[in-house]
């Protein structure tokens, strides 16, 4: 089974083995988001505009991401923990539960904000002249929801199986069509931005078509049943209590763009938030795939867990720790140091450009020490520390940048927004840290494969 190999195959080739599938993969899911961005941007006379408009519904887009990584957040690595313990009926029972839980949410979501989609767009940052172009986009985003939110919640599923490449694909098949597609709807049929988020759609279509098709199939260790998608208040509170650290990270993510648009739009202008649009997309470039490795040693770290192997979980937590801090930090200075190469990456609009040259290398200048955070706060996933990961989550978002991104423009104007998200996340990092220095050795030294108290897996008893 790909299962056991969590647990015997060397540590070091195995994190290499799951980790450059899904880091991969989400380079090439980065791909929805970047290539629409670039083709609207460098669309002559309204592209700054068309931008700015898809900038404005980036925290709705982050909001539905938020709800489908609830689900895949907290019951992948709960499933892979039961795993670890041989109890394969509790996996699979903890995925259908999943899998009933992301169609519920793929309706209620979508039909609150199609209910209060005028409203809400202008209260996030838009204005009279990037309205039209935020409303096409997020209308024909929202009628696909259901796959998008299918793809991304189940995903995790896969990659908990040790089947990393088979999520790969789930992935490239849907990137690979929105490549194709996007010039096709943009500009063959003259759709514009709707263009952008049909083709999208259509993409992720592809995709969970893909995912649904080998999670029903003998291949899966883990399998959608019919019998185990009936609701269990039990593991769906389960999945809730580990998911909602991740949801909290994505959905403060969401949060932080509305400050920041609605900040920018008072003290700058629509440039300004066309400016935050161009570096929130730079940032992609170094936070998608640090998602890509924590999704690949997620499962490493939770099956070598509920497996009572501590050893390999230190040595899975130090390999991410050097991984994540010399990445971030190298991408993140190289941000620093060409702004301008970024910027026109995204726009063909010169004060958009000139201004994001002044202020990408403030907006990134945390992220070289971000690793640090990444890589603790994966590992207390992990490990179904569910209230600590929510701390971590809610300090750097929440406790930080929401009340600095309101303060700091008092002083500053607009660029104080930008100042803020740099001084939140060096602090956070740092204060992950130092949490995790004291607590990872106290949480392993009380841990154990036959105790029902060590993981939140173990809380759930398989009495069907």
């Not at 795993?83 to 899998?99: E, P, Q, S, V, W």
């Not at 938030?273 to 924590?294: A, N």
């Not at 130090?318 to 026109?344: D, E, K, N, Q």
């Amino acid at each position: 089974m790909d299962e056991e190999k969590l647990g015997t195959e060397k540590l070091g080739k195995l994190i290499f083995t799951m980790t450059i599938s899904t880091i991969a993969a989400q380079i090439v899911n980065l791909m929805y988001s970047v290539v629409d961005r670039m083709y609207i941007g460098h669309i002559e006379n309204v592209g700054g505009e068309m931008l700015t408009g898809i900038g404005v519904v980036t925290p709705v887009i982050m909001i539905i991401s938020a709800f489908s990584s609830f689900v895949g957040g907290g019951g992948a690595p709960l499933a892979s923990i039961a795993a670890g313990k041989g109890d394969h009926r509790l996996a699979d029972r903890i995925l259908g539960n999943g899998f009933s839980l992301l169609l519920i949410l793929s309706v209620v979501v979508p039909s609150l904000f199609l209910i209060v989609k005028r409203p809400f767009l202008y209260f996030i940052g838009a204005s009279d002249a990037t309205y039209g172009y935020a409303n096409e986009y997020i209308t024909a985003y929202l009628v696909g929801t259901v796959m998008v939110m299918i793809t991304v919640g189940l995903t995790p599923f896969i990659i908990a199986q040790g089947n990393s490449r088979t999520a790969m694909l789930s992935v490239i098949i849907g990137a690979v069509a929105n490549i194709a597609l996007d010039p096709l709807f943009i500009f063959v049929f003259n759709m514009g931005v709707r263009g952008a988020a049909v083709a999208t759609v259509i993409s992720q279509t592809l995709s969970a078509v893909w995912v649904l098709y080998y999670l029903v199939s003998d291949k899966a260790q883990m399998r959608i049943r019919k019998e185990f998608m009936i609701p269990d208040i039990k593991i769906i509170l389960k999945i809730a209590s580990l998911g909602v650290s991740t949801f909290v990270m994505s959905i403060t993510e969401s949060l932080i763009s509305i400050v920041m648009n609605n900040g920018l739009k008072r003290y700058g202008g629509d440039v300004y938030v066309g400016c935050l649009t161009v570096m929130q997309s730079v940032m992609q470039f170094v936070s998608v795939p640090l998602t890509g490795y924590t999704q690949g040693v997620t499962p490493v770290i939770s099956y070598n867990y509920g497996a009572g192997e501590r050893g390999r979980v230190k040595g899975a937590f130090y390999i991410s720790l050097a991984v994540l801090f010399i990445y971030t930090f190298s991408l993140a200075l190289l941000s620093i140091l060409f702004p301008g190469m970024f910027a026109r990456m995204f726009t063909s609009s010169a004060d958009i450009i000139a201004l994001t040259e002044r202020s990408l290398p403030i907006f990134m200048a945390g992220m070289l020490v971000f690793g640090i955070q990444r890589a603790c706060q994966t590992t207390f996933v992990a490990l179904g520390q569910a209230k600590i990961s929510l701390f971590i989550a809610l300090l750097r978002k929440i406790i930080l940048l929401v009340p600095l991104a309101l303060i700091f423009p008092i002083f500053w104007g607009a660029d104080g927004i930008f100042y803020a998200e740099p001084v939140s996340d060096t602090i956070a990092a740092l204060t992950c840290g130092m949490i995790f220095l004291f607590t990872f050795n106290k949480i392993l030294s009380r841990s154990g494969p036959a105790k029902a108290s060590d993981t939140n897996a173990g809380e759930i008893n398989d009495e069907k």
